[in-house]
Nanobody, 115 residues
Framework: QLQFVESGGGLVQPGGSLRLSCTDV????????IAWYRQVSGEEREAVAC????????YYADSVKGRFTISRDNAKNLIYLEMTNLKVEDTGIYYC????????WGQGTQVTVSS
């Protein structure tokens, strides 16, 4: 089964930037459209961006459009989420997974936007 690994989160001030990375330690991800999901405490995961197998973005949530950029490097088996102009409401645990949803999740990476 897929085993996602997310990294790159941290504490950042409002207006700051972070780049998250996603990979899988066992399988190639280049056959899957991959999304980044955000989970706020006590809430269900919400897809914020999705990238096609080709590397072209196919979806951004309204809340992140214009601020986040999803991309991938299939040769490196990596999917990125470049986050700019971060807001307090972007705080959450970020996971990657298939764009259509998944029952398989990695540990996620915590993003905290705070002064």
């Amino acid at each position: 089964q897929l085993q996602f690994v997310e990294s790159g989160g941290g504490l950042v001030q409002p207006g700051g930037s972070l780049r998250l990375s996603c990979t899988d330690v066992r399988f190639r991800l280049d056959q899957y459209p991959i999304a980044w999901y955000r989970q706020v405490s006590g809430e269900e995961r919400e897809a914020v961006a999705c990238v096609r197998m080709s590397g072209e973005p196919m979806y951004y949530a309204d809340s992140v459009k214009g601020r986040f950029t999803i991309s991938r490097d299939n040769a490196k088996n990596l999917i990125y989420l470049e986050m700019t102009n971060l807001k307090v409401e972007d705080t959450g645990i970020y996971y990657c997974g298939p764009c259509g949803g998944s029952n398989i999740w990695g540990q996620g990476t915590q993003v905290t936007v705070s002064s």
